[in-house]
């Protein structure tokens, strides 16, 4: 691995302020050592005397009548505790974020695959496992409702929520739908203007957050009858308001304090075992951990919404947009979770940071028996970025750069965007790409001195320069910054000022959740601007007012701005105190260096002595502008609170015989309105972007029949320091004035735009289509196809593709990327090689070994007949025939990668 | 479950001996994650890590095999065969080098592939390349006998050992031409074979070694390829020029 070059670091100096551990600094976290040296404490390393370990079991269905569930066996396993259904549960037995259609443990059905059935409490985890093994679950099974043609014909499948039950934001299957029109919608007569149109189906797979500590954390019961619990989340006080309700408590007697979090990215803003861990504390009388496994967390978590979206653009021949229709179909799984949100975001953000007259457009989230999905970095905003996909295809269209049409198009200040909202900050969309493009290119791929882990495949040594294609694709992305709609998410923040050993000391207290952001270490230099040198940080709990949630790229922006609300009113008591004492008359105070100081009369006098055993102790609430939901049918409305925007350039290798990718660089530019920390600027620009990468070639939670095949990080791929390329990040600080400090929320907008320009860069690289994320060797290949058995690969995959974009797309590799290592064998040009569509739940298998064995020697695949090496191979495979292999050998290893039909995978590692 | 730990390889012999259906566990890269997912229950494990002789190995001269031999120790972990075998055994090195992350290469060894018999154990395409007289040394109290690697593998995870044999170590013949190794997956590196594929020429007896993993119910050979490319090479002449 090269070093990762940032050419952010001439910004860092640009940007740094004279006080090096104040805003505008680079400070060293103080959770960054410990985490990297395996000391830090994890809510997973939670303890306490005499605690019990807490178990769910799960339904191995996604779909079914609990008919009878018998624990007395279980019972009677020394060691049990208290094995608790939902009949045990105290008080109300339903939770939800916005929407309570969720139960604690499942009532008489089974919504989705893992759905809690009961929990145990008992003395070692082995034995809770022993006992869950011991209850008996009568199930009858039913049929799952899985695709959009179920969901959306109830009377003929089924509902997930029978509508006796249905506490959803529509109806039928649906939880919630969104409308944008704007201009004269998209008529007959407005379709004329356009002289090019383009429309495309795209699709985006089920992203998993993947944090790498799993949902875990302790209850432990109180003597006020009420729960202390210690937990990893992504909001304490919502946790809490969905906790407290069902065990049939006040809010004041279920007190949270934040424990370590590893890592969150949306998976953490739904409740998964608070319940269940306070339910059994509340039971037993005892302390109860409880800590998933990897597989269980796959089961305890939402994931990102998969989506299939229409898109329809015209433009005029010097390619001004003149509309865009959009349907976007987002699978929000069993229960609603954070969908309302999802499809407000969709909807209101499925433009992107264009600007387009006509807009007529739809989002919808359905109920299904698949996964829950809710919260995922940049949720909505993700899935609508495949329309980025839709302009590259345009700008073929009009023989454009893409790039240009880009920038010709782009919003700036002042623009308007279909939801009637004008951007009234800075909107530096076309200078972005700008950015991206004027950087240099990384070097053209060097087969003279060659390090395989430079190329696709890496140590797996699989090309040495034979078949790779360079590509290089473009991206920007518009994100909203906080909750939208009219929710005023505030934040509150407590400092207290007092002279600890002779010196000030300023304690911050939120119930900030530090998710590894970096926010603690913001607080502090927040706090060290405001009010001087020495800060500690509080303990985030219940004891402070909420701080909203860590997500929506919100938390420097909202608990930032109460701490710095806070701290300026501590400043102002302290010298509201001086006046009252010493008679200051002069508006012009400050302090420097842990002194009061005067412009006018110097140095008036320390802190310390002005405040003697005083202690100044302010909390303030730090609120948003007000914004309102948006009108249900036209989408009208001033529903965001801020708007981000980043650029991405992919340059990508691809071995076109084989279907790998090595993305080598990910260059990102974007606006921050003002870096208060620079360095965890880069790193959330470097961490969304690598998360970006992740959707676009390799993450994927694949389910057939509701069932999630690849719960491990064995057959879930996340990007490992090999996939993951130099990243060049190019700030901008633009400030907003109606945020603290100017600042912009950085972590979600990398995520948006790094996925279509590694697509773009693709699609570069090989002329396909590529109209769903990820994109997987067999895409690029075309040997996946549902007829396909060995020798009919090229025939089948000659067909045109179902759902395939209306027109010819002519072939978009550039001519230098041609030269790197002569065509590619499969190239559309001409042929139109292109991959089919698959459903979006239903990934279909079909081995391809003689396939595949062909191009491991990479041998000429187009004369079979003849007696050549790969001829001779026929034979060797003649015993091993792939149908029956499939069913005598179900957990064999032949599939690629994380797809349906791969049973649990025989590690050899 | 019974965990035994013999501090000696007679020790170890006895132990399986007396428990046959025990699992042998070395680094635990394959055997942990069976536990942790809970597949597999053994009935007892048998910790080899005590036993200094499996993590080494000796270079020498074997009955049966031509020229020099690696006498390579069940348990030398993959880092180590990259590092200090890659001119005596190339293609194994390569194929030690795509083996899980640095951490799993640190503990993983040949002896844990071999015990395993998993189809997607990226070794034994490079074993089986390496050539027919390629021996695996099982040994029990009853002795020890050379499994030659192609009747090893007879299933998917299944090998050709006796219940109360232990795997000693793999006698590799050093190469005596080129080796090469590669893997498809779908992630660029930790990653599980979709296909792997071990290939080596040797002049000495003019014949030609492959293996293929993850593409059958056991690793195997392309023995007619093996045959045809041979055939090709003498016809040329190219065994004698080398090319």
Same mark, same amino acid.
């Given at each position: 691995?090269?070093?990762?070059?940032?050419?952010?670091?001439?910004?860092?100096?640009?940007?740094?302020?004279?006080?090096?551990?104040?805003?505008?600094?680079?400070?060293?976290?103080?959770?960054?050592?410990?985490?990297?040296?395996?000391?830090?404490?994890?809510?997973?390393?939670?303890?306490?005397?005499?605690?019990?370990?807490?178990?769910?079991?799960?339904?191995?269905?996604?779909?079914?009548?609990?008919?009878?569930?018998?624990?007395?066996?279980?019972?009677?396993?020394?060691?049990?505790?208290?094995?608790?259904?939902?009949?045990?549960?105290?008080?109300?037995?339903?939770?939800?974020?916005?929407?309570?259609?969720?139960?604690?443990?499942?009532?008489?059905?089974?919504?989705?695959?893992?759905?809690?059935?009961?929990?145990?409490?008992?003395?070692?985890?082995?034995?809770?496992?022993?006992?869950?093994?011991?209850?008996?679950?009568?199930?009858?099974?039913?049929?799952?409702?899985?695709?959009?043609?179920?969901?959306?014909?109830?009377?003929?499948?089924?509902?997930?929520?029978?509508?006796?039950? %249905?506490?959803?934001?529509?109806?039928?299957?649906?939880?919630?739908?969104?409308?944008?029109?704007?201009?004269?919608?998209?008529?007959?007569?407005?379709?004329?203007?356009?002289?090019?149109?383009?429309?495309?189906? %795209?699709?985006?797979?089920?992203?998993?957050?993947?944090?790498?500590?799993?949902?875990?954390?302790?209850?432990?019961?109180?003597?006020?009858?009420?729960?202390?619990?210690?937990?990893?989340?992504?909001?304490?006080?919502?946790?809490?308001?969905?906790?407290?309700?069902?065990?049939?408590?006040?809010?004041?007697?279920?007190?949270?304090?934040?424990?370590?979090?590893? &890592?969150?990215?949306?998976?953490?803003?739904?409740?998964?075992?608070?319940?269940?861990?306070?339910?059994?504390?509340?039971?037993?009388?005892?302390?109860?951990?409880?800590?998933?496994?990897?597989?269980?967390?796959?089961?305890?978590?939402?994931?990102?919404?998969?989506?299939?979206?229409?898109?329809?653009?015209?433009?005029?021949?010097? &390619?001004?947009?003149?509309?865009?229709?959009?349907?976007?179909?987002?699978?929000?799984?069993?229960?609603?979770?954070?969908?309302?949100?999802?499809?407000?975001?969709?909807?209101?953000?499925?433009?992107?940071?264009?600007?387009?007259?006509?807009?007529?457009?739809?989002?919808?989230?359905?109920?299904?028996?698949?996964?829950?999905?809710?919260?995922?970095?940049?949720?909505?905003?993700?899935?609508?970025?495949?329309?980025?996909?839709?302009?590259?295809?345009?700008?073929? =269209?009009?023989?454009?750069?893409?790039?240009?049409?880009?920038?010709?198009?782009?919003?700036?200040?002042?623009?308007?965007?279909?939801?009637?909202?004008?951007?009234?900050?800075?909107?530096?969309?076309?200078?972005?790409?700008?950015?991206?493009?004027?950087?240099?290119?990384?070097?053209?791929?060097?087969?003279?001195?060659?390090?395989?882990?430079?190329?696709?495949?890496?140590?797996?040594?699989?090309?040495?320069?034979?078949?790779?294609?360079?590509?290089?694709?473009?991206?920007? +992305?518009?994100?909203?910054?906080?909750?939208?709609?009219?929710?005023?998410?505030?934040?509150?923040?407590?400092?207290?000022?007092?002279?600890?050993?002779?010196?000030?000391?300023?304690?911050?207290?939120?119930?900030?959740?530090?998710? &590894?952001?970096?926010?603690?270490?913001?607080?502090?230099?927040?706090?060290?601007?405001?009010?001087?040198?020495?800060?500690?940080?509080?303990?985030?709990?219940?004891?402070?007012?909420?701080?909203?949630?860590?997500?929506?790229?919100?938390?420097?922006?909202?608990?930032?701005?109460?701490?710095?609300?806070?701290?300026?009113?501590?400043?102002?008591?302290?010298?509201?105190?001086?006046?009252?004492?010493?008679?200051?008359?002069?508006?012009?105070?400050?302090?420097?260096?842990?002194?009061?100081?005067?412009?006018?009369?110097?140095?008036?006098?320390?802190?310390?002595?002005?405040?003697?055993?005083?202690?100044?102790?302010?909390?303030?609430?730090?609120?948003?502008?007000?914004?309102?939901?948006?009108?249900?049918?036209?989408?009208?409305?001033?529903?965001?609170?801020?708007?981000?925007?980043?650029?991405?350039?992919?340059?990508?290798?691809?071995?076109? =015989?084989?279907?790998?990718?090595?993305?080598?660089?990910?260059?990102?530019?974007?606006?921050?309105?003002?870096?208060?920390?620079?360095?965890?600027?880069?790193?959330?620009?470097?961490?969304?972007?690598?998360?970006?990468?992740?959707?676009?070639?390799?993450?994927?939670?694949?389910?057939?029949?509701?069932?999630?095949?690849?719960?491990?990080?064995?057959?879930?791929?996340?990007?490992?320091?090999?996939?993951?390329?130099?990243?060049?990040?190019?700030?901008?600080?633009?400030?907003?004035?109606?945020?603290?400090?100017?600042?912009?929320?950085?972590?979600?907008?990398?995520?948006?735009?790094?996925?279509?320009?590694?697509?773009?860069?693709?699609?570069?690289?090989?002329?396909?289509?590529?109209?769903?994320?990820?994109?997987?060797?067999?895409?690029?290949? +075309?040997?996946?196809?549902?007829?396909?058995?060995?020798?009919?690969?090229?025939?089948?995959?000659?067909?045109?593709?179902?759902?395939?974009?209306?027109?010819?797309?002519?072939?978009?590799?550039?001519?230098?990327?041609?030269?790197?290592?002569?065509?590619?064998?499969?190239?559309?040009?001409?042929?139109?090689?292109?991959?089919?569509?698959?459903?979006?739940?239903?990934?279909?298998?079909?081995?391809?070994?003689?396939?595949?064995?062909?191009?491991?020697?990479?041998?000429?695949?187009?004369?079979?007949?003849?007696?050549?090496?790969?001829?001779?191979?026929?034979?060797?495979?003649?015993?091993?025939?792939?149908?029956?292999?499939?069913?005598?050998?179900?957990?064999?290893?032949?599939?690629? &990668?994380?797809?349906?039909?791969?049973?649990?995978?025989?590690?050899?590692? | 479950?019974?965990?035994?730990?013999?501090?000696?390889?007679?020790?170890?012999?006895?132990?399986?001996?007396?428990?046959?259906?025990?699992?042998?566990?070395?680094?635990?890269?394959?055997?942990?994650?069976?536990?942790?997912?809970?597949?597999?229950?053994?009935?007892?494990?048998?910790?080899?890590?005590?036993?200094?002789?499996?993590?080494?190995?000796?270079?020498?001269?074997?009955?049966?095999?031509?020229?020099?031999?690696?006498?390579?120790?069940?348990?030398?972990?993959?880092?180590?065969?990259?590092?200090?075998?890659?001119?005596?055994?190339?293609?194994?090195?390569?194929?030690?080098?795509?083996?899980?992350?640095?951490?799993?290469?640190?503990?993983?060894?040949?002896?844990?592939?071999?015990?395993?018999?998993?189809?997607?154990?990226?070794?034994?395409?490079?074993?089986?390349?390496?050539?027919?007289?390629?021996?695996?040394?099982?040994?029990?109290?009853?002795?020890?006998?050379?499994?030659?690697?192609?009747?090893?593998?007879?299933?998917?995870?299944?090998?050709?050992?006796?219940?109360?044999?232990?795997?000693?170590?793999?006698?590799?013949?050093?190469?005596?031409?080129?080796?090469?190794?590669?893997?498809?997956?779908?992630?660029?590196?930790?990653?599980?074979?979709?296909?792997?594929?071990?290939?080596?020429?040797?002049?000495?007896?003019?014949?030609?070694?492959?293996?293929?993993?993850?593409?059958?119910?056991?690793?195997?050979?392309?023995?007619?390829?093996?045959?045809?490319?041979?055939?090709?090479?003498?016809?040329?002449?190219?065994?004698?020029?080398?090319?």
């Amino acid at each position: 691995m090269s070093t990762r070059t940032i050419r952010g670091e001439k910004n860092l100096q640009d940007i740094t302020t004279a006080h090096p551990d104040g805003i505008g600094g680079s400070p060293l976290r103080p959770d960054g050592t410990l985490k990297v040296k395996g000391e830090f404490a994890y809510s997973s390393d939670l303890w306490h005397e005499d605690m019990l370990w807490g178990m769910a079991l799960r339904s191995p269905h996604a779909r079914a009548r609990i008919l009878s569930v018998d624990i007395s066996e279980a019972l009677t396993l020394p060691g049990v505790y208290a094995l608790l259904t939902h009949d045990d549960i105290p008080g109300t037995k339903f939770y939800g974020l916005e929407i309570q259609d969720q139960p604690a443990l499942a009532i008489d059905q089974i919504r989705y695959h893992g759905e809690a059935v009961a929990i145990v409490a008992a003395d070692h985890p082995e034995t809770a496992r022993r006992a869950l093994a011991k209850v008996k679950v009568e199930y009858e099974v039913l049929t799952p409702i899985t695709t959009e043609e179920q969901c959306l014909n109830p009377e003929t499948h089924g509902y997930v929520h029978e509508p006796h039950e %249905y506490k959803g934001h529509a109806s039928g299957n649906i939880v919630h739908q969104q409308k944008v029109v704007s201009g004269l919608g998209v008529t007959d007569e407005v379709r004329a203007l356009a002289d090019v149109v383009v429309s495309g189906e %795209y699709q985006v797979g089920m992203q998993d957050q993947a944090f790498l500590g799993p949902e875990s954390g302790l209850a432990v019961p109180a003597e006020d009858g009420g729960i202390d619990l210690y937990i990893a989340t992504q909001w304490l006080h919502v946790d809490r308001q969905q906790i407290a309700p069902v065990l049939g408590l006040p809010e004041n007697k279920v007190r949270l304090t934040l424990a370590g979090v590893g &890592g969150a990215f949306g998976g953490r803003e739904d409740l998964s075992m608070q319940i269940h861990a306070c339910l059994l504390a509340q039971r037993t009388g005892k302390p109860v951990k409880i800590v998933y496994s990897r597989e269980e967390s796959f089961f305890g978590h939402v994931h990102r919404h998969p989506a299939t979206l229409h898109y329809e653009h015209g433009a005029t021949r010097d &390619g001004k947009l003149v509309f865009m229709t959009a349907r976007i179909v987002l699978d929000g799984g069993a229960y609603a979770s954070a969908s309302p949100a999802v499809v407000g975001n969709a909807s209101s953000l499925s433009v992107g940071p264009y600007e387009i007259p006509n807009v007529d457009v739809i989002a919808i989230a359905l109920y299904s028996n698949n996964p829950s999905c809710g919260a995922m970095r940049g949720f909505g905003a993700v899935q609508a970025a495949r329309l980025r996909t839709q302009l590259d295809r345009l700008a073929a =269209e009009l023989g454009m750069d893409p790039v240009e049409l880009r920038q010709l198009n782009a919003v700036s200040q002042g623009s308007y965007l279909p939801t009637g909202q004008q951007i009234d900050a800075p909107a530096p969309v076309a200078e972005l790409l700008q950015k991206v493009k004027d950087l240099p290119l990384p070097p053209a791929l060097d087969v003279t001195h060659l390090d395989v882990r430079e190329l696709p495949g890496a140590l797996s040594n699989t090309s040495h320069g034979e078949g790779i294609v360079r590509g290089v694709g473009y991206a920007v +992305g518009l994100k909203n910054v906080g909750f939208s709609e009219g929710f005023d998410d505030y934040s509150t923040a407590r400092v207290r000022l007092e002279v600890i050993g002779g010196e000030p000391v300023a304690m911050v207290h939120t119930a900030m959740a530090e998710v &590894g952001q970096g926010g603690v270490t913001v607080h502090g230099q927040i706090a060290r601007t405001e009010l001087g040198e020495r800060v500690t940080i509080h303990p985030a709990n219940t004891e402070v007012g909420s701080a909203g949630s860590t997500s929506a790229s919100r938390q420097t922006y909202m608990t930032g701005g109460a701490v710095k609300l806070a701290a300026e009113a501590v400043r102002n008591e302290l010298f509201a105190l001086g006046r009252t004492r010493y008679g200051w008359t002069g508006n012009d105070l400050s302090l420097v260096g842990g002194k009061v100081v005067s412009a006018s009369e110097g140095v008036l006098i320390s802190i310390a002595d002005l405040l003697g055993d005083h202690a100044i102790d302010l909390t303030r609430e730090h609120h948003h502008r007000p914004t309102v939901p948006f009108d249900k049918e036209t989408g009208q409305g001033f529903g965001h609170v801020q708007y981000t925007f980043c650029a991405h350039r992919a340059v990508v290798d691809v071995d076109v =015989e084989l279907g790998l990718v090595k993305v080598v660089e990910l260059a990102a530019a974007q606006d921050v309105g003002k870096a208060l920390n620079p360095l965890s600027v880069i790193g959330q620009i470097q961490g969304g972007s690598t998360q970006g990468l992740g959707l676009a070639v390799m993450e994927e939670i694949i389910t057939r029949d509701g069932k999630v095949r690849n719960p491990s990080f064995t057959d879930y791929l996340i990007p490992t320091i090999l996939d993951t390329p130099p990243q060049p990040v190019e700030i901008m600080e633009l400030p907003d004035e109606h945020s603290p400090y100017g600042l912009r929320g950085v972590g979600e907008a990398p995520t948006l735009s790094s996925t279509p320009a590694i697509v773009s860069a693709i699609r570069a690289a090989t002329g396909l289509a590529l109209n769903r994320v990820p994109v997987r060797p067999e895409h690029i290949t +075309g040997t996946l196809t549902p007829t396909h058995f060995p020798g009919a690969a090229v025939q089948s995959s000659q067909q045109p593709p179902r759902g395939a974009p209306n027109s010819t797309t002519p072939c978009a590799i550039p001519p230098q990327a041609r030269t790197a290592a002569g065509p590619p064998p499969h190239h559309p040009c001409g042929t139109h090689r292109t991959h089919r569509q698959h459903p979006l739940r239903s990934t279909v298998f079909a081995p391809r070994f003689s396939y595949r064995f062909r191009y491991d020697l990479s041998l000429d695949p187009g004369t079979p007949d003849q007696h050549t090496p790969h001829a001779a191979l026929a034979g060797a495979r003649a015993p091993w025939h792939p149908h029956q292999a499939s069913r005598t050998v179900p957990c064999h290893p032949y599939l690629m &990668g994380p797809q349906a039909g791969r049973e649990p995978h025989p590690n050899p590692l | 479950m019974e965990f035994l730990r013999p501090a000696t390889w007679d020790e170890a012999l006895a132990a399986k001996a007396e428990n046959p259906s025990a699992l042998p566990i070395s680094g635990g890269t394959d055997v942990m994650v069976e536990l942790n997912f809970d597949r597999h229950r053994p009935a007892a494990l048998l910790d080899l890590n005590r036993i200094s002789e499996l993590t080494e190995w000796e270079s020498g001269v074997y009955e049966g095999q031509e020229g020099e031999v690696i006498r390579l120790g069940a348990a030398v972990p993959y880092a180590r065969i990259t590092r200090e075998l890659a001119r005596q055994l190339p293609g194994l090195a390569l194929a030690g080098n795509t083996v899980g992350s640095p951490q799993i290469r640190n503990r993983g060894s040949v002896g844990g592939n071999l015990g395993g018999a998993s189809p997607a154990g990226d070794a034994h395409p490079a074993l089986l390349a390496a050539g027919r007289d390629v021996f695996v040394e099982a040994a029990s109290v009853r002795g020890t006998r050379l499994i030659a690697i192609d009747d090893f593998y007879v299933g998917v995870k299944r090998n050709s050992l006796e219940p109360d044999e232990l795997i000693r170590a793999v006698r590799i013949p050093v190469a005596d031409g080129p080796q090469q190794f590669s893997k498809i997956g779908t992630r660029n590196a930790m990653v599980i074979a979709v296909c792997a594929f071990g290939f080596a020429l040797h002049p000495r007896s003019g014949t030609v070694g492959t293996g293929i993993g993850s593409a059958a119910p056991t690793p195997r050979r392309a023995v007619a390829a093996e045959e045809f490319l041979a055939d090709e090479l003498a016809e040329r002449n190219l065994w004698a020029t080398a090319g």
